[in-house]
């Protein structure tokens, strides 16, 4: 019965590299997002679609795709990744201007 | 820059004793407010929210007031137990019909028994 699921919860990878975090909600939201959280805890926002349209587009790299396949899911592909791509990236729902229900959150760590 | 400000932390308290978070924000007009709490090793959990002034947000024993003439939003406990651990966030929403959330930096609590 969760709500907001990620996988993984834990992704350790080379410099270089391409990579996918995967995130699902069953709770019927139009809205989804991707945040990233780093090591002195603070949050951001990256991405948000809204019914498979994206709406936010804050200045992320373009190495950071999201592609959003249904209303239900929003993935984070990372292209080349790079040592300061490591973070906690956390994904979120929401029901139209409403609260954001956050996932578990993936720990990236980038060598 | 943030528009919302928050205590940093961490914090250190003992068991029972009284929380108050700081939180301020910038707006033109009535943001809806939220404080978020993570606890270790999970994402975010909505504590509580308030929507419009005056309003006051109450959960699990905490509370925070809408406060429209200093532009705050507190967020207080009377006496706080060693599982209020964790890291607090302040956020206001985006005005303008985004769905965008702007979040404080997050302070983390450690209460001891």
């Known amino acids: 019965d969760t709500a907001v699921s990620q996988t993984p919860k834990y992704l350790v990878t080379q410099m270089g590299n391409d990579k996918s975090i995967k995130c699902e909600q069953n709770l019927g939201h139009d809205t989804m997002y991707w945040y990233k959280q780093d090591s002195k805890k603070f949050l951001k926002i990256m991405f948000s679609?809204?019914?498979?349209?994206?709406?936010i587009n804050e200045t992320v790299p373009n190495r950071f795709s999201p592609k959003s396949p249904d209303k239900a899911h929003l993935n984070l592909h990372i292209n080349s990744l790079e040592l300061g791509d490591s973070a906690v990236y956390f994904c979120a729902s929401s029901p139209h201007r409403n609260e954001q229900f956050f996932g578990p959150g993936t720990r990236l760590t980038v060598l | 820059g943030n528009s919302v400000t928050q205590m940093e932390g961490p914090v250190t308290l003992s068991e029972e004793a009284f929380l108050t978070i700081n939180c301020t924000y910038t707006a033109t007009g009535y943001p809806s407010l939220f404080w978020y709490v993570q606890y270790p090793g999970e994402g975010l959990q909505l504590l509580l929210k308030a929507t419009k002034a005056d309003d006051k947000g109450s959960n699990k024993g905490f509370e925070a007031t809408y406060r429209k003439e200093t532009t705050s939003f507190h967020l207080e406990k009377g006496s706080v137990q060693v599982s209020d651990s964790a890291v607090y966030f302040c956020?206001?929403?985006?005005?303008?019909?985004?769905?965008?959330?702007?979040f404080g930096k997050g302070m983390k609590l450690t209460v001891n028994p």
């Open positions: 956020a206001r929403r985006e005005m303008g019909g985004s769905e965008k959330l702007v």
């Open positions: 679609y809204n019914n498979k349209e994206l709406i």
